[in-house]
């Protein structure tokens, strides 16, 4: 991800708590370090579980995050970039942080946006 497409995203997440240091490459949610953020930017209303969604996600990751977010859109309300309009962040329980830190010890941490489409 480049300089601008971060600075774009911090733009959106201001308003939420959300603030990036780009010196340390590090995100933060009012004031604590995120290790993992979920931002589902397209959906069809389906569960990321159920097999049956079709959206785009992006994820952002970092090792030295004490807690887990994740992005509230409207769908139904899309933004300038055919997203859906962000109207809240919200912090993963502790469990969840947990369960995300686990299965993150098997792979690598990075960032990126992906399209699912389950058939």
Not at 28 to 40: A, H, T
Not at 65 to 82: A, C, E, K, L, V
Not at 86 to 94: A, N, R, V, Y
Request: a negative charge; one cysteine or more.
């Amino acid at each position: 991800m480049d300089a601008k497409e971060l600075e774009d995203m911090a733009k959106e997440y201001a308003a939420f708590g959300v603030t990036y240091d780009a010196k340390k490459n590090q995100w933060y949610f009012n004031g604590e370090k995120v290790c993992l953020i979920r931002d589902v930017l397209t959906s069809d209303g389906e569960s990321l579980t159920n097999g049956k969604f079709h959206g785009a996600i992006r994820t952002l990751e970092s090792i030295n995050g004490t807690i887990d977010i994740y992005t509230i859109r409207d769908f139904t309300n899309p933004n300038t970039s055919g997203h859906g309009s962000l109207t809240g962040i919200e912090k993963f329980s502790q469990f969840e942080f947990d369960e995300h830190t686990k299965s993150g010890n098997e792979v690598q941490y990075g960032s990126g946006e992906c399209a699912v489409i389950q058939e």
